[in-house]
């Protein structure tokens, strides 16, 4: 063995001692050590390197993306020897149907293996980490991770809630729409039986909230709040019976 890696440790009559630092694939083999008797003794011994995976990397994401649409993560990781294992997690929470793929480097050595997740993006995901997960023998137990948040754009959720549930004349009330969505929704509108509000001095709108004093039996009627996004609009009804 002739390299400037390879020193020599220890040196007796009973012992012959190397050291190999920054080992790489090509150490791998049978080494042999001879003793120089008549007739000579050898011993051999197979070293086996492994290959340490890259850093892997999530590719596929394109900020953002709409509810419905399909979305294919990949997480890549090459020189690993043997083949890496990748896991995929969804919130901590471990995700099982994705594909694998082993491939052979260049050197014909170590491998570079892939794991796409595929799933519909869903208003549930969006702020959800995903992360890859490559564990190796070679990484002592502490395996290599690559993050990818999630960013969800979908249309507006609207609810309606009234501040009273058994109104009666004279009395007050409050109803609050309440609408979620990405990017936040406009301000929302609201409409009675179909048109604009009948009697705008007892009826204030302030943002989402819609305030009706001294009612009667003229407020009675279905109350519309409609909210809307660059992605769509939705809206929910709120029928007012004034006892």
Known sequence: LRDNRIELVRASWHELSISVSDVSLS???????????????T??????????PEKPQITGFTSPVMEGERMQLTCKTSGSKPAADIRWFKNDKEVK????????????KTFTVSSTLDFLADRN??????????DHESLNSTPQI???????????????????????????IILTCESKGKPVPEPVLWTKDGGELPDPERMVV??????????????????????????????????????
């Open 27 to 41: 150490d791998e083999g049978q080494y042999t050590c001879s003793l120089f008797t008549m007739p000579v003794k």
């Open 43 to 52: 011993s051999k011994a197979f070293l086996t390197v492994l290959g340490v």
């Open 97 to 108: 149907d994705v594909k694998y793929l082993k491939e052979e480097d260049a050197n014909r």
């Open 125 to 134: 995901d969006d702020g959800a980490v995903v992360s890859c997960r490559v």
């Open 146 to 172: 690559a993050i990818q948040v999630l960013e969800i754009h979908y249309t507006p959720l609207v609810k309606i809630i009234s501040s009273n549930s058994w109104p009666e004349e004279g009395q007050s």
């Open 206 to 243: 302030n943002g989402r909230v819609l305030s009706i004093s001294f009612l009667n039996k003229t407020d009675n009627g279905t109350y519309r709040c409609e909210a809307k996004n660059p992605i769509g609009r939705n809206s929910t009804e709120y029928v007012l019976i004034v006892h």
